[in-house]
């Protein structure tokens, strides 16, 4: 894992968990999470959830509306409960000749025995090891409670890692250019 360098160095350090068996020390800057993903994610300006037992043109209706492709189910208490995707509609509902008028949300959808989720405190590593591993590209966002937070799409993802990078460069090309490595280039 390379180290981080951010304008404003810290001169304490803390360890991250990269992979469960692999500590890696980072220093001068925290390592961005999911939460920091979360506040450029396009699932942050509008109710990205659904009734379960909403019928699946609703859910493709958002999809479409919101130009995005997936959604949170939540049960009649607003609990999540799973999942439903573009890719869920494509292979459940299309190829198999159903209507999506006639079928409910839950009948389709990633429900809560196997969904997979993200602590907001997790990296951005740790969430892109997840999806990968799980072959997805949406993870609901759930607190230390199980609360739902937010949603992060595999885009998010590689955006802030993007800016996480740039900022290295930043900070790394001042430092080669004399303008000192934690002082940035104002």
Known sequence: MFSRIAPLAKTLT????MRPAARSMVTIQEAMTAEDARKISCYSGFDYSIDEDAMVIDAVQKFAAFKVGCLVCVDDKGHLSGVIS??????????LGRKSSETKVKEIATMSSKLITANVDETVEACMEKMLSSDI??????????????????????????????????????????????????
Do not use: C, Q, W
Not at 14 to 17: G, L, T
């Open 86 to 95: 573009e890719r869920d509609y494509i292979t459940k509902i299309a190829l």
């Open 14 to 17: 803390r360890p991250v968990m």
């Open 137 to 186: 590209r949406h993870l609901p966002l759930v607190n230390d409670t199980g609360d739902l937070e937010g949603m992060i799409s595999i885009k998010d993802l590689v955006k802030t890692t993007v800016m996480e990078k740039d900022e290295t460069i930043k900070v790394l090309t001042n430092f080669a250019l004399g303008k000192g490595g934690h002082f940035g280039s104002d």
